[in-house]
């Protein structure tokens, strides 16, 4: 656990989260300034700063992260509708929170590009 991130805190229940689904290392739960109907964030529950550095690691992790993207789009009831999974990776994507996570989104046009 890194001791300054927010995410990391959330996992240690150091800050409460309204937890929507959890696996052995992944863990989602609601963006606190949802952008649509349905928006989740889905991170690892170990740190690792964005999605490149997951996908680098290649222990099945991002494998993890998109399946349960999956699960977490079933029960919100937006898989068939359509969903968006969105990892801004680094400043200039607009990431702000440097500890992986999968925006999920759902639930209403989502429109692109996305600007
Ligand atoms: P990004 O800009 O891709 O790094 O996304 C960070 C997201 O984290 C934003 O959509 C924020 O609204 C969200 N966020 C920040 N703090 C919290 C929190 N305490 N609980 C849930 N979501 C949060
Ligand atoms: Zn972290």
Request: glycine share 10%.
């Given at each position: 656990?890194?001791t300054?991130?927010?995410?990391c805190?959330?996992?240690?229940?150091e800050?409460?989260?309204e937890?929507?689904h959890?696996?052995?290392r992944?863990?989602?739960?609601?963006?606190?300034n949802p952008?649509?109907?349905?928006?989740?964030?889905?991170?690892s529950?170990?740190h690792?700063?964005d999605a490149?550095?997951?996908?680098?690691?290649?222990?099945?992790?991002?494998?993890?992260?998109?399946?349960a993207?999956?699960?977490?789009a079933?029960?919100?009831?937006?898989a068939?509708?359509?969903?968006?999974?969105?990892?801004?990776?680094?400043?200039?994507?607009?990431?702000?929170?440097?500890?992986?996570?999968?925006h999920?989104?759902?639930?209403?046009?989502?429109?692109w590009?996305?600007?």
């Amino acid at each position: 656990m890194e001791t300054d991130c927010l995410f990391c805190k959330i996992v240690a229940k150091e800050i409460p989260a309204e937890i929507v689904h959890e696996t052995a290392r992944t863990l989602a739960f609601r963006d606190i300034n949802p952008q649509a109907p349905t928006h989740v964030l889905v991170i690892s529950k170990g740190h690792y700063a964005d999605a490149g550095a997951v996908a680098d690691a290649d222990d099945g992790l991002a494998d993890e992260i998109l399946k349960a993207a999956r699960s977490i789009a079933v029960q919100e009831g937006v898989a068939e509708s359509g969903y968006r999974v969105v990892f801004n990776t680094g400043p200039a994507a607009g990431q702000t929170v440097f500890h992986v996570h999968g925006h999920v989104l759902g639930g209403r046009d989502l429109g692109w590009p996305p600007g």
